[in-house]
T-cell receptor, first 111, second 114 residues
């Protein structure tokens, strides 16, 4: 079983829509969680960390559900520039250098 | 401040050839990483170096070797390339502190093995 699983999409949404992605992880001893964004043929870049209490950064909201072992990313008022692949990342408590990446969810925002 | 740099950007090898991918960071980070990214597989950790002078295996180390030359540089070597090693290779670095820290990625090397 993969450490981290994501729906690959693509999610095709119109501008202004709200879209949500989920990501499930298999290791209950996971301690840190992130969402990264990757544009086509570019390197991944940190979008936001995910905190236990949930956190928001502008139009983006990330949440963690430890009981069900998933993290989510909500994007409100989607922009064309949000089109990218979103990668969730889980770090186990036993080794903070081992980042486990999901395979990514592709988002296409259309005019 | 260049961040993380990688060379080369593109490379085509024949089966059995060897090559070294170079990576350097100028952020004074302790930890450095090599990943490969294949379609539908996400990024998989090949090797990492938690600090200068140490290296450890990741998920998919077979067929690769690494050298942490100094704090700035971390190279990845393919001794005898195979078509299964066709991939995009990313180097990354982080402060490496407990609790998990942001990883900064280089632009990637696109490698094709014929």
């Amino acid at each position: 079983r993969k450490e981290v699983e994501q729906d690959p999409g693509p999610f095709n949404v119109p501008e202004g829509a709200t879209v949500a992605f989920n990501c499930t992880y298999s290791n209950s001893a996971s301690q840190s969680f992130f969402w990264y964004r990757q544009d086509c043929r570019k390197e991944p870049k940190l979008l936001m960390s995910v905190y236990s209490s949930g956190n928001e950064d502008g139009r983006f909201t990330a949440q963690l559900n430890r009981a069900s072992q998933y993290i989510s990313l909500l994007i409100r008022d989607s922009k064309l520039s949000d089109s990218a692949t979103y990668l969730c990342v889980v770090i186990p408590i036993y080794n903070f250098n081992k980042f486990y990446f999901g395979s990514g969810t592709k988002l296409n925002v259309k005019p | 401040n260049a961040g993380v740099t990688q060379t080369p950007k593109f490379q085509v090898l024949k089966t059995g050839q060897s090559m070294t991918l170079q990576c350097a960071q100028d952020m004074n980070h302790n930890s450095m990483y090599w990943y490969r990214q294949d379609p539908g597989m996400g990024l998989r950790l090949i090797y990492y170096s938690a600090s200068e002078g140490t290296t450890d295996k990741g998920e998919v180390p077979n067929g690769y070797n690494v050298s942490r030359l100094n704090k700035r540089e971390f190279s990845l070597r393919l001794e005898s390339a195979a078509p299964s090693q066709t991939s995009v290779y990313f180097c990354a670095s982080s402060k490496g502190l407990a609790g998990g820290n942001e990883q900064f990625f280089g632009p990637g090397t696109r490698l094709t093995v014929l």
